[in-house]
């Protein structure tokens, strides 16, 4: 249930047909179902109830500051991992007492920012970050709440590029060296060594890798405990996947990742963070995009539409696989067509599927293409000097844009041409007719 569906044969987003947006809007643009939003974020609330959890959203998903608002009303704390998420999530209502800053590589800017803002943790993943942290703590005078984001060496089974957990990963300290590492950090005054961390990777469709993960950081707490380290949190990550439509993948329900919870870490006392991202906003957000028009070939038919990967980038990144759905429901027992689903981008990965069984669809026909609230606008980019596109943030009938397309005017204002070659960047002034065409 992801609150898109048909009404009177339109595609609705909640109780607005995705039509109206469109018109109001232009196209493409991001749509996303406040109702899924909730919907999740409370599914997952539940089945961790028990635990008395801290659920930071992973904004790295999607960070839509209406998208983080919503679920920081529903309780929500943050996951960040850049100063810019940071800022952001503050914007948008989440205490920094409920904020989690994780990542490979942080500056001493970002270090400094997340303690004056007072964060609940900082997650480091090597000891030359542990020793830039303390440095930038003592200058500050404070004690930076700081895990250890540790290798498990687990193979969480999923797409090689999602993949975080084994050894061979950039990410975490090594399994083996945790121990030492931990030690020796526990010397330096401008850490407070509050608890553990692990993240194995994305879209895990399988509790398995996670009970593994979890076992071996059960074994950890153990012996940090030993050595007298009162380890207080254990940040779990986040990693569970959403069904995408196609054959084959069945997902966890959250019930079966909380008994995974419990049975490995539930007894050990500690304050339990999940960093869930995809699971929330994944199936809570579609693409809409319109037909530009059908170009024949010889052996195959190619749908060109006017997103590009430059506006969902998963399939050419990772071969994602998103369902696409014509907006105008298609009569039953209609004509169907074996398409190619292609953007307007100079590259031949620009495409949304091949061998979609599609019905017949026209020029200034809208396609929605599904699942795309994670990882879609977040990994957006201006390539081709295409704006960065759009999102819409539903709620029952009412809608509202909550990021504007960012016009080829402002892209223009924020170049310059270099002194030698002249100041006359009016010269390539956008025609307001063109301009214009993209809503
Ligand atoms: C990306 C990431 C997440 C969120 O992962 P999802 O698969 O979207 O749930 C959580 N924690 C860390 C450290 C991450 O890098």
Redesign the pocket.
Known sequence: MDHFAYRDGRLFAEDVDLGVIAEAVGTPVYVYATATLRRHYRVLADALAALEPTICY?V??NGNIGVIATLAREGAGA?V?SGGELTTALAAGVPASRIVF??VGKSADEMEQALRAGVLQI?AESEPELELLDQVACRLGVRAPVAL?VNPDVDAHTHDK?S?GRREDK?GIEWTAAHRIYARAAALPGLDLVGV?V?I????TDVSPFREAFRRVRDLVAMLRADGLPIRTLDL?????IPYGNEGTAVPPPADYARAVVETVGDLGCRLIF????????NAGILLTRVLRIKEGSTRTFVVVDAGMNDLLRPALYGAWHEVVLVREAQPGGEVREVDIVGPICESSDAFGSGRKLPAVADGDLLAIRSAG??GRAMASSYNARPLVPEVLVDGSAWAVVQERVSVEAMLASQRLPPWLGSDVAAVRVAPAIAGRRG
């Open positions: 992973a790295k998903a996951d991992v994780s990542g997650n984001r999602i975080t990410f961390a993240h990777g994305s879209q895990l990550g986040g990693g569970l996947g960093e869930p991202g995809r699971m929330i906003v994944g994670a990882y």
